[in-house]
């Protein structure tokens, strides 16, 4: 079992910068993919970045490339900084963890992850 706890979401203007926080606790092996989604308001979650965190190879979804990076550090955290934000960006964003890598490799979907955070908002206002 993985305890995920996001934080760092807030109102921003667009253009602006965010940076989430995932702080990750219980089984290593349980996270060795940890991985962004986000949500929009009646819609399913999406994945928006990954990584695989005994590797640091990286994963993003088209419509964040290029404006997010997903990074980590050594105290079991893992990051998202959002530049460049966009008022399309506005969603709850929600942290994950799996333990197969492979999931992270190719961006898996919800489905595929075992274990979630409660999530972050992040609003974005022209």
């Known amino acids: 079992q993985v305890h995920l706890v996001e934080s760092g979401g807030e109102s921003v203007q667009a253009g602006g910068s965010l940076r989430l926080s995932c702080v990750a606790s219980g089984d290593p092996y349980g996270r060795n993919c940890m991985g962004w989604f986000r949500q929009f308001p009646g819609k399913g979650r999406e994945a928006v970045a990954a990584?695989?965190?005994?590797?640091?190879?990286t994963a993003y979804s088209n419509s964040v490339k290029g404006r997010f990076t997903i990074s980590q550090d050594n105290a079991n955290t893992v990051y998202l900084q959002m530049n460049n934000l966009k008022p399309e960006d506005t969603a709850m964003y929600y942290c994950a963890a799996d333990r197969s890598r492979l999931v992270c490799r190719q961006l898996g979907g919800p489905s595929l992850y075992r274990n979630w955070g409660q999530g972050t908002q992040v609003t974005v206002s022209s």
């Open positions: 990584i695989v965190t005994d590797e640091g190879t």
